[in-house]
């Protein structure tokens, strides 16, 4: 067993944008952007956010991902039950290759057995600090969509002109080790890396135009404690009405309240791991601040990815 195997409760807030693009599209609602009609708060899924992790490991860093396509020599999808036979239908062997399953947990049935296991990392549904503007696009394809056809046929597509979404996330130590998941220190590394780098490598027809802004992880050092809802400690400044910001620059993020209540449980926080882009502008008590500094009384390690 490694010795990095995780033995504290962490809590992540991760903040990203999103111009003129689609985050979360909703099958059942012609594909438009996720918004709560009540508020005007775009949202986006945790099962998305996963799916970006999920991509980019197996994509970027060779990482063996259960829960993603995989084809037949014919090109039709595996099912499950032809996917775990790459496993020997044995559990601990998916467990112990598939990162995705140690991080996110699955229900996976073996022998005619189900089990359920509940993933160490769970997110929230991230939301928009602000109200958005959706936009209809409608446009025009040069090739004709069938053999009878003349010309061109008509394109649309929902899109946000912008969205700033914050996502908050917990990193239980007791489920991973209560089942027996091995998680590492390690695997919560990548995890963080795929957050950052899989969120800007989305470069697809509804996803260009993503970008990272902020990631924390806040490391507990006392045992079953963490704060909680650190997304509701953070909010956006603008001089524009909410449905008009169309970039970064014409926002700030007000983290007065964030280092407030995480100055209130210093002594349960071992350190803290922190990746800023360096468009992103921060404030402390009305006053632009780097948010480096704005830590200084806490052991802070830089995110290297």
């Known amino acids: 067993m490694s010795e990095n195997i995780i033995k504290n409760r962490s809590e992540i807030l991760f903040i990203y944008d999103v111009k003129d693009a689609n985050p979360n599209g909703d099958p059942v609602d012609e594909n438009k952007p996720r918004i709560d009609e009540e508020t005007g708060i775009n949202y986006v899924t945790d099962v998305r956010l996963k799916r970006t992790i999920r991509d980019y490991l197996h994509d970027y860093k060779d990482k063996e991902i259960f829960i993603i396509e995989h084809r037949e020599e014919s090109g039709n ?4 039950e032809k996917r775990l036979e790459d496993f020997n239908k044995n559990l601990k062997e998916i467990i112990n290759r598939c990162i995705d399953i140690r991080l996110f947990g699955a229900t ?3 022998e005619k057995n189900t089990v359920s296991i509940t993933g160490p990392v769970q997110f929230k549904f991230g939301r928009s600090l602000h109200k958005v503007d959706m936009t209809y696009i409608k446009g025009t394809t040069v ?8 010309q061109g046929t008509f394109t649309e597509r929902y899109i946000l002109r912008y969205s700033l ?7 239980n130590e007791n489920a991973a080790r209560q089942q027996n998941l091995n998680l590492t220190e390690e695997d919560i590394d990548l995890m963080l890396e795929a957050m ?10 509804s996803k260009f135009g993503q970008m990272p802004r902020l990631l924390v992880q806040v490391i507990n050092k006392t045992a079953n404690h963490y704060i909680g809802e650190l997304d509701k400690f953070i909010h956006l400044k603008t001089e524009k009405n909410d449905e008009a910001i169309r970039d970064i620059s014409e926002v700030k993020i007000d983290l007065t309240e964030l280092l407030q209540i995480l100055r209130k449980n210093k002594e349960n926080i071992e350190r803290i791991k922190l990746k800023v882009d360096d468009r992103l502008i921060c404030l402390s008590d009305g006053i632009e601040k780097n948010i480096y500094e704005a830590l200084g009384d806490f052991h802070v390690e830089s995110l290297n990815i």
């Open 143 to 150: 090739m004709p969509s069938g053999a009878e056809r003349k």
């Open 196 to 205: 950052w780098n899989g969120t800007k490598n989305l470069i697809s027809g």
């Open 108 to 110: 996976i049935a073996v």
């Open 77 to 80: 999808l595996k099912t499950k």
């Open 165 to 171: 979404i914050a996502f908050y996330g917990v990193v």
